[in-house]
């Protein structure tokens, strides 16, 4: 006979109408198994659980649907790994799963329960959760203007051993992947420390200001706002809400408003010194920063709604290049990008500081995310870590509709009430403690007495135990409990919004700025000590493929360890997404075949499932992307990927970090390879850039210890011979150097790349004036020794030739320090530093 597991859950409305209790279960033949182990979306407090007694069922509440990955374990030792998905819309949705014939055959006596007569297990598509509805605009498919209605990530890879549900192993070494990269850009800000008597100003004036309504006569300016209170003019009004797919307040309209010149001079100053005072300023931004380039759907006088022609050749707003040169200048610390655009990165923005929260246009591992979708399982764990460590929110281009997204800005706000947090480790009121025991419950410190400590803890949501922000009534516990103090963030300062429309959450602001973000912008940096000209077009690289860290199945490498592979995406080179993507979480239905377990039907269209392999088509440098074709549909790919990998390679010679290279290449070679006449030479391959540095560091100290060997034995009148046959035999080992430095640069392909031709050509001419000097230098020492005495105006002579020999050595050395390498050196400012 045989037997049959059912996994299944269940789904009733909540009372709240927008969500579901549900029950996830798995029946039938249960007398067979030991234990059931289920991973959660990485949002639950706790998300592996695992029950070892029948009923093998777990409850919870929500509104987003996931994949759970399940673990089965058997009485007779076996597991068995399968998955479920999620699902709403049945009140009871299953499938049968057939116990493995060698488990009955082990197990005889356990064969006598009831079986069941189901439908085959297999995961059906998840149906769109409830309101708020889609947006009718669909025009793309893959690539719609949505915003995103939804927390939850896809669970990757339960079809893999490498991303199943896996147990604890203690003998797993801690780091396993290598250490982060040497800091390529300026270094980001540190603030000013809570005893700094400007910041302490702030944040007791914020404390001191509880939120505000509308009728506070501050309510247009800001909790920490001190300068001239005139009301903004209003140079658009309407009596609509700003959007129609969210809700607001009674009072809130789309109308427009602009600061009165001497308050927005007021406002600004104030802006630029929170920005010099922040610890961890967090950008937030919505549609309307890029609405002039690309559209919008909020109402709006400035803006048309809708949506522009050719909106991925669209280029950066002025507000996207000012907030990526702060971010260049170490003053801006991170993103959340709502919009799909990429235009943060067209203006410089480092890519791995920007959280593409809502997915993008222009990364095939993160496509852009339905309503119906869930998010990328990183991005929003990453943006719930901004929410809560954030010193500063910008917020720009977006009307705080009620996104999940939102608490960046709200969460930064509603902590300017709280004391400043106490030192780290140290066990005070304002500190936050993690319980050691099962589900680690964390807590806000109230109040510490001798040998007890009252605690307020946060509070789960029912059964689920998700997180919450919501604070418990507080509670005491002995000092004795076992516990640890974390890390936490206290006090700050606040959220800043630059908008022409009010939102739902202007009384929280710290500063409300009226009017357009490049205006504002544009006064901002003067206050910061910058000029305006920033507005330049980056250099993208022009190298098509690069060595990375990744073996041939595009995992990996620890440092220093396995053969590197090419990242190639040269025209026609066959390239594959790596595992960890979004595509099926997104749920665009052009893609939906790419990590699917069946056939997906799109528009009538069978398409067959593919893991996500493909073709580079051709770069196109008006979009900034590569265009690839993967399993039948255009995908792309920005070009500052690229532009980040090359860069690291520049300075390492190997890619460190976290980056997950969302492609990766068939070609696979441990080697190191030149280019040729037709393609760039990898700068990993070039030679020059570290033999000229130390090449021309060897060079000036030799010439350096010749001349003060020349000098000393003057000073000490001793014969001249031996420090000048010294010196000649030094000017003949640099000559040498210098020689196989510079024919080695002269001779490097350079290929199509005009940036090292010019390079090429001022090494070459740099050889040429230092060959020269050395040959001269060398004949005047020599007419030096020719003389039988060492005379006053012998010795003066040919202590000129030394000391000009080793100027023109020095001019040398930073000439070439300072021309040949400060081309590639704006490119890593401009590139980025992993976290």
């Known amino acids: 006979m045989v037997h049959h597991l059912v996994l299944g859950n269940t789904a009733t409305p909540a009372k709240d109408g927008k969500r579901y209790n549900w029950t996830f279960y798995v029946r039938g033949a249960t007398d067979y198994l030991d234990s059931v182990t289920i991973k959660l979306h990485p949002t639950f407090k706790d998300p592996v659980r695992t029950c070892d007694a029948a009923p093998f ?9 996931f994949e759970i990955a399940v673990l089965l374990k058997f009485k007779e030792g076996t597991s068995l790994r399968t998955s479920w ?119 007791k004036r914020l404390r001191e200001s509880a939120f505000m309504d509308p009728s506070d006569p501050r309510f247009m300016f800001g909790r920490g706002y001190t300068g001239p209170l005139q009301a903004p003019k209003v140079i658009w009004k309407s009596s609509q809400p700003p959007r129609k797919d969210h809700s607001c307040p009674k009072w809130l309209t789309a109308t427009e408003f602009e600061d009165q010149p001497e308050v927005a001079v007021a406002k600004v100053k104030e802006l630029a010194q929170l ?150 480790g140290v066990l005070a009121p304002g500190a936050w403690i993690s319980l050691r025991r099962p589900g680690g419950l964390k807590g806000l410190v109230t109040a510490v007495a001798e040998n007890t400590i009252q605690v307020r803890f946060r509070q789960s949501d029912e059964d689920s135990e998700e997180e919450d922000d919501r604070l418990a009534e507080p509670v005491t516990l002995p000092r004795d409990e076992r516990f640890e103090v974390i890390p936490s963030v206290g006090g700050g300062l606040g959220t800043v919004i630059l908008n022409l429309q009010q939102t739902a959450q202007d009384g929280k602001m710290t500063l409300r700025l009226f009017g357009k973000s490049d205006d504002i912008l544009r006064m901002l940096l003067p206050e910061l000590g910058f000029g305006l000209s920033i507005v330049r077009p980056p250099v993208w690289p022009r190298q098509e493929r690069v060595l990375v860290p990744y073996d041939k199945d595009g995992r990996r490498l620890r440092s220093g360890s396995g053969k590197r592979m090419w990242l190639d995406l040269q025209k026609g080179q066959a390239v594959r997404i790596t595992p960890g993507h979004n595509i099926q979480g997104a749920k665009q239905p052009g893609y939906m075949h790419i990590g699917a377990r069946k056939p997906i039907v799109v528009k009538g269209e069978t398409r067959q499932p593919g893991v996500g392999v493909g ?29 980040l990998l090359v860069a690291f390679q520049e300075v390492t010679g190997l890619l460190r970090g976290s980056l997950a290279v969302p492609l990766y290449s068939w070609q696979h ?68 150097i210098s020689a196989v430095l510079y024919a080695k640069m002269a001779w490097t392909e350079h290929g199509s790349d005009r940036t090292w031709t010019i390079h090429g050509f001022l090494a070459f001419v740099v050889f040429l004036v230092q060959g020269g000097t050395m040959v001269w230098g060398g004949y005047l020492c020599w007419l030096a020794l020719a003389s039988s005495e060492c005379a006053v105006d012998v010795l003066n002579f040919t202590l000129v030739c030394t000391g000009l020999l080793a100027l023109i050595e020095v001019i040398g050395f930073f000439s070439v320090y300072f021309v040949f390498i400060p081309s590639f050196m704006m490119q890593l400012r401009d590139a980025a530093k992993f976290t």
């Open 275 to 424: 920005i010099k005072l922040s610890r961890k300023t967090v950008a937030y931004t919505g549609a309307g920063i890029s609405a002039a380039v690309i559209g919008q759907a909020a109402l709006s006088g400035q803006n048309t709604v809708g949506w522009k022609n050719n909106t991925r050749a669209a280029p950066p707003t002025f507000t996207h290049h000012a907030l990526g040169f702060l971010g260049r200048q170490g003053l801006l610390h991170g993103w959340v990008q709502q919009n799909h655009d990429g235009l943060p990165q067209k203006a410089g923005f480092p890519q791995e500081r920007i959280n593409e929260i809502h997915g993008s246009w222009y990364d095939p591992s993160n496509p852009v995310v339905k309503y119906s979708g869930t998010l990328h399982d990183k991005s929003y764990p990453w943006m719930r870590e901004d929410a809560e460590t954030a010193d500063l929110c910008l917020v720009l281009g977006t009307s705080l509709g009620g996104l999940n997204a939102d608490q960046v800005a709200t969460k930064t706000a509603d902590r300017t009430l709280l004391p400043p947090a106490p030192a780290a």
């Open 57 to 65: 069922e777990f409850k919870s509440r929500g509104w987003g649907t």
């Open 669 to 736: 070679d441990g080697k190191a390879r030149k280019g040729s006449a037709s393609e760039p030479a990898p700068l990993l391959d070039n030679p020059s850039v570290a033999l000229c540095v130390i090449s021309m560091a060897m060079d000036f100290f030799l010439f350096f210890v010749s001349s003060l060997g020349v000098i000393f034995a003057s000073l000490l009148r001793q014969s001249c011979d031996i420090p000048l046959w010294w010196f000649l035999a030094l000017v003949g080992l640099v000559a040498s």
């Open 85 to 203: 998905e999620l699902q709403f819309d049945q009140e009871d949705a299953s499938g049968q799963l057939e116990v493995p014939p060698g488990i009955m055959a082990s197990l005889p006596t356990l064969s006598s329960h009831k079986t069941e007569t189901l439908h085959p297990l297999s995961p059906p598509p998840p149906p769109p959760p409830p309101p708020p509805p889609a947006p009718t605009d669909d025009r793309d498919g893959a690539e719609s203007h949505s915003d995103i209605y939804g927390v939850r990530g896809s669970i990757e890879g339960c079809d893999s051993t490498d991303e199943a549900i896996l147990e604890p192993d203690p003998a797993e070494p801690a780091e396993s992947s290598p250490p982060p990269p040497p800091e390529l850009l300026r270094d980001t800000s540190e603030g000013k420390a809570d005893d700094d008597p400007v910041r302490a100003s702030v944040c």
């Open 615 to 643: 073709t580079v088509l051709n770069r196109c440098n008006t979009t900034c992307s590569f265009i690839l074709q993967i399993e039948g549909v255009q995908m792309r790919l920005g070009i500052w990927t690229r532009r």
